[in-house]
């Protein structure tokens, strides 16, 4: 649903009519700009909303009034069944656009981890500065279809599908860089359930205790770690970890460490 919302977090549902969140995070900048502590406002779009009034609308004014919203555009070059390339205010028929309303229009790989996080760093810094709104560009690849109403398989060919799943999934990117630079991993519920050692129940109990699972995949013996505010619980003999909150979220995959020795 897009009328999610988390006011303890500052999530705001989003209305309706596609592009129209923008108009709403303007307006909340405009009540924020003035407060301590110099908080800022993400405006989250997908490329297809992009070309919509309210959307356009809501930059002008930013920009006219120098508020501090970050516009974020996930860019994965479809809207629903229809190609953007060429048919965006940062994509012309002629080639990519450098600036949009007198902003710069920058540009971020969505599949990469760790090169979202230096980018994003430096435009929050800008905006928190008091520089004015800010458009940022995330490239990134649809990996599925657009709902289970969208069948991709007949706008886009099977090669192109497969090559997206293979070389564009920012969870693989993100287990690689992990791995590379802290030797951390990222665990599926379907490597915990083929491990070489099944877990026994008393193994379970321990985990639900104490957040912390040890268990053996491909020979190596790995730590399971529940994310802060979560636990594991069994379900039907399988691994599951949930929220320890009144909204429980089913969480589809955990963190490890890696631990040489048994």
């Known amino acids: 649903s897009a009328h999610l919302s988390a006011p303890m977090l ?14 709403q995070a303007v307006g909340v900048a405009q009540q924020i700009v003035s407060q301590k502590g110099r908080p800022i406002v993400l405006c989250s779009l997908g490329d297809g909303s992009t070309q919509q009034g309210e959307v356009l609308e809501a930059i002008a004014e930013a920009v006219r009034s120098s508020l501090p919203v970050l516009f974020l555009v996930q860019d994965n070059r479809y809207a629903i ?25 920058h540009r971020v790989d969505g599949s ?13 810094r800008g905006l928190r500065e008091g520089h004015g709104p800010v458009l940022c560009v995330m490239s990134m690849e649809r990996l599925c279809s657009h709902t289970n109403a969208d069948d991709e398989s007949t706008y886009r060919c099977g090669t192109e599908r497969a090559r997206v799943r293979e070389s564009a999934d920012p969870l693989v990117h993100a287990q690689h860089w992990l791995s590379r630079h802290t030797g951390i ?25 104490t957040g912390v699972l040890p268990v053996k995949i491909g020979g190596r013996l790995v730590w399971i770690v529940a994310p802060r505010g979560f636990v594991f619980q069994v379900q039907s003999e399988s691994l599951a970890v949930t929220s320890t909150g009144n909204t429980a979220i089913p969480r ?7 631990c040489e020795g048994e």
């Open 81 to 105: 069944s229809t190609p953007t390339q060429g048919r965006t205010f940062y994509s012309l028929p002629g080639g990519q656009a450098d600036s949009f309303y007198g902003l710069s229009v």
């Open 10 to 23: 500052h999530i705001l549902s989003t209305v309706g009519p596609v592009g129209n969140s923008a108009l």
């Open 252 to 258: 589809r995959r955990a963190s490890c460490t890696s």
């Open 185 to 209: 991993a990222l665990v599926s519920a379907r490597d915990i359930q083929s491990a070489d050692c099944r877990l026994r129940s008393e193994q379970y109990i321990t985990a639900a205790g």
């Open 112 to 124: 990469r981890m760790d090169a979202c996080h230096d980018r994003f760093a430096e435009l929050v």
